[in-house]
């Protein structure tokens, strides 16, 4: 079975600081995919970027990045000077790949809420 | 515009009365899914269908059915919904092929209130 874990429930910030979300899964699978998405207070989920499990590259995105380890299960992301429109709700998930295929089936974490204060 | 549409966006209804909601993608994906959202639970997976005619339970399928007969929709039905149905939900969609992602896109959510 997969699993996804995001402990931090809720994280308040000042602009301009900058935030770690922490996420860790488990599976057994070798060859898996994961996610990060964001949920701002619209509602609407929005894709941030994906990360293949051969792939451990860390990724820069603007102020976004985002560190894989796989020695440690964990597909942590940082947000660099936060600001305001930061504020949402983030989400990890992880999907099984088996046959060059991933099923369509996601895993989600319990999701994070950051807020990010003037 | 790419895009998955769900209707309706809220819907308030009572116990026992079947309702259905619907899912439309327009970018050809062969995968679809559902999804509820709860506080503290993240989202979960209730039914996901890998083809027209191809679906299996998720992780959360108890009082949900669900149809894929063309491949850009993929009805939620609640045929007797109960107050703990309250919740809200998502649709989504996805290539099957990794050249175009696997990511999902999702539809803007319907909000479903049980009494």
């Known amino acids: 079975a997969q699993k996804v874990t995001q402990a931090q429930t809720e994280i308040s910030v000042v602009e301009k600081e900058d935030v770690t979300l922490d996420c860790v899964y488990e599976?057994?699978?070798?060859?898996?995919?994961l996610f990060w998405y964001k949920q701002p207070p619209s509602g609407e989920l929005v894709f941030l970027i994906r990360r293949n499990s051969f792939d451990e590259q860390n990724e820069i995105s603007g102020r976004y990045s985002w560190n894989f380890q796989k020695s440690t299960s964990s597909f942590n992301f940082t947000i660099t000077a936060s600001q305001v429109v930061d504020s949402a709700v983030y989400f990890c998930?992880?999907?099984?790949?088996?046959?060059?295929?991933?099923?369509?089936?996601?895993?989600f974490g319990q999701g994070t809420i950051l807020t990010v204060h003037p | 515009e790419a895009q998955v549409t769900q209707n309706p966006r809220y819907l308030i209804t009572v116990t026992g009365k079947k309702l259905t909601v619907t899912c439309s993608q327009n970018?050809?994906?062969?995968?679809m899914s559902w999804y509820r959202q709860d506080p503290g639970l993240g989202l979960r997976q209730i039914y996901y269908?890998?083809?027209?005619?191809?679906?299996d339970k998720g992780d959360v399928p108890e009082g949900y059915k669900v149809s894929r007969k063309e491949k850009r929709n993929f009805p939620l039905i609640l045929e007797s919904p109960s107050p703990n149905q309250t919740s809200l939900y998502f649709c989504a969609s996805q290539s099957a092929f990794v050249k175009r992602g696997y990511e999902q896109y999702f539809g803007p959510g319907t909000r479903l209130t049980v009494t």
């Open positions: 970018m050809n994906h062969e995968y």
């Open positions: 269908s890998m083809n027209v005619e191809v679906t």
């Open positions: 998930a992880l999907s099984k790949v088996a046959g060059g295929t991933s099923y369509g089936k996601l895993t």
């Open positions: 599976t057994r699978d070798t060859t898996y995919y």
